[in-house]
């Protein structure tokens, strides 16, 4: 890879050493310059023979560099070297931009990691301008506490998915006009998890109710939920949100709305009386859960934007920072092209979780298959080879029953405990929350695991 961007930059180089030599100016000989001529006898040539003499005011040649030149371009870049040089400019380019947010807009002090007093936290959140109001209290401060204890949060990993999913978030948001700041509640929602699944039923990044989803456009049936695909459901969120505002035309009621569903906040603001106008002002009024979701969402915002100031540094996120969309149109298994080009079977459940039992049903229409940048060059070279392959990885999905009995498989994953496991370990490697287990596997506390036990995921 080294070697091809030295190649680039060695064909720019050249490049821009032909446009320099084209842009010289030319310098005529003087007579000083023009040497004398010797006496000799003269020979007159025949006529045939005879060549126009140089003219000494004309230009003097440009010199050749056409096969200097030439020697780069000997070796011609396929089409996946071309693809493994896109991705890699875009994951530096997430990676830069990641980090440049951080270096440029968020605020970073000497004060204390632990201990940090009041004024430290509102001056902090003050510094976030955004449209969201987002105050200061002692509840708030209980939830900021939660995402920067190093020994509960998972804010690290939150962070190295925020690589991935962040940027296809704020996209849409700034497309319907909204606060990015927004893109903090599928922190509170998932952890940033698509495969996320509530006790209740709700899933994905942004965990929508079946019928909330179905009715903002989302497709959830056997084969397909996209409540979990992270750009559709992240479309019908914004489309979501921009309702709840033009209902409230505030954006604390708004937030709380998503959680709990707008009747529940007219009741909260019909009880608060006729001058509430903010989530603070019905705070006594709202169920339970709810009344922890804004303060979370702001100590979400804070801990994501101040999380170099509490020691926290980013995972690596374990998903390619680059990738392409292609079209299918044809019934398709994972299988057909894990075995077939390099792509691992579980990158391409994690580019793609809406498809519940790695088939893309392309039966009466198309649908996305998202791959690793560089592996979508090899791919469209060996389609023929994985279309090929339909009957002997989709035969035994013709039989309902076969359907059945794989959508019982992966709707959970039982990890059984090893020496030295923790709770909050194996959450990281499933890509969930560590209360996400606790509640599945209705455990009390999390740092009494058993040696041998056995922990459900869901939705897996």
Known sequence: MKNLLVLLLLLSASASSAAHLDRAPRKKKSQAETPAPRSVDPVIPDEATVCPLPDIDAPAPVP????????YFTLELSPS??????????????????????????????????????????RRLRALASPIQLPYNYIVRAYINRYIDPERSTLGRILGMSQYYFPLIEEELVKEGLPVELRALPIIESALSPTAVSHAGAAGLWQFMPSTGKSYGLEVNSLVDERRDPILSTKAACRYLRDLYNIY????????????????????????GSESRSFWDIYDYLPRETRGYVPS????????????????????????LSVDTLRIDRLMHFEQIASTIDVPLETLR????????????????????????????????????????????????????????????????????????????????????TSQLMRWNGIKNPNKLKLGQKIRIEGR
Not at 301 to 308: E, F, G, T, V
Not at 353 to 366: E, H
């Open 64 to 71: 050749e560099v056409q096969s200097t030149r030439n020697e």
């Open 81 to 122: 070297q071309v693809d493994s040089l896109v991705a890699e400019w875009r994951e530096r380019q997430r990676s830069d931009a990641f980090r440049d947010f951080f270096n440029d807009y968020v605020l970073f002090d000497s004060a204390a990691e632990s201990n940090v007093p009041d004024s430290v936290f509102m």
């Open 297 to 320: 969402f702001i100590g979400a915002s804070y801990a994501y934007a101040y999380h170099r100031n509490h020691g926290i540094a980013p995972v690596e996120a374990p998903i390619p």
């Open 249 to 272: 035309k505030e954006w604390s009621l708004a937030i709380a709305a998503y959680n709990c569903g707008p009747g529940n906040v007219n009741k909260a603001l019909a009880r608060a």
């Open 350 to 433: 994690q580019l793609n979780p809406q498809y519940k039992l790695d088939i893309i049903p392309a039966t009466t229409k198309a649908y996305t298959l998202v791959l690793p940048q560089r592996n979508v060059a090899q791919y469209i070279a060996h389609e023929q080879e994985i279309m090929a392959k339909d009957s002997m990885y989709l035969k035994e999905y013709i039989d309902p029953a076969n359907i059945d009995k794989k959508r019982q498989e992966r709707t959970g994953t039982i990890h059984t405990v090893k020496r030295g496991e923790t709770l909050g370990g194996i959450a990281r490697k499933y890509h969930v929350t």
